[in-house]
Structure formats: C-alpha cells, structure tokens
C-alpha cells in the first residue's frame, strides 16, 4: 500500500468544514451553502468533503474583488 505523503512543515493540505468555518469566521453552514452553490473549492469523497488550505486561502482573499 502506498504510503500517503505529508507536506513538509507536517500540516494537513486540507482543512475539513468546521475548521475552514473557524478560519474564516463563519458559521460550517455558512461553508456548506457555498460549496452546494459552487463557490467554494472542495474535494468530496463519499460524504467526506475536504477544503485544499491553499485553494481556499485564495478564494477568500478574491472575495470582494471587483472585474473591471
């Protein structure tokens, strides 16, 4: 079985809902909407979803930007 590889500061490249609503200081309802609506990255795996930390570090600092 091939081992899983870990990043080199030795975090997780994810966060599961409840941390990624603690980041961004909302509510995990809040993150469910916007995975559904398709705003937010996400991984699903059977009903495991995942949120890449880097994807979705990116997405918030998008939020509010304007196209001209």
């Known amino acids: 079985m091939k081992k899983l590889r870990k990043r080199n500061d030795g975090e997780r ?3 599961k809902v409840p941390e990624a ?3 961004a200081g909302c509510g995990e309802r809040s993150i469910r909407k916007g995975i ?3 705003m937010i990255p996400h991984l699903k795996f059977g009903r495991n979803i995942l ?3 880097s994807a979705f ?3 918030l600092d998008s939020a509010g930007e304007t196209t001209k």
């Open 21 to 23: 609503a603690e980041y």
């Open 36 to 38: 559904a609506a398709g």
């Open 51 to 53: 949120i890449p930390k």
């Open 13 to 15: 490249g994810t966060w």
């Open 57 to 59: 570090l990116r997405w």
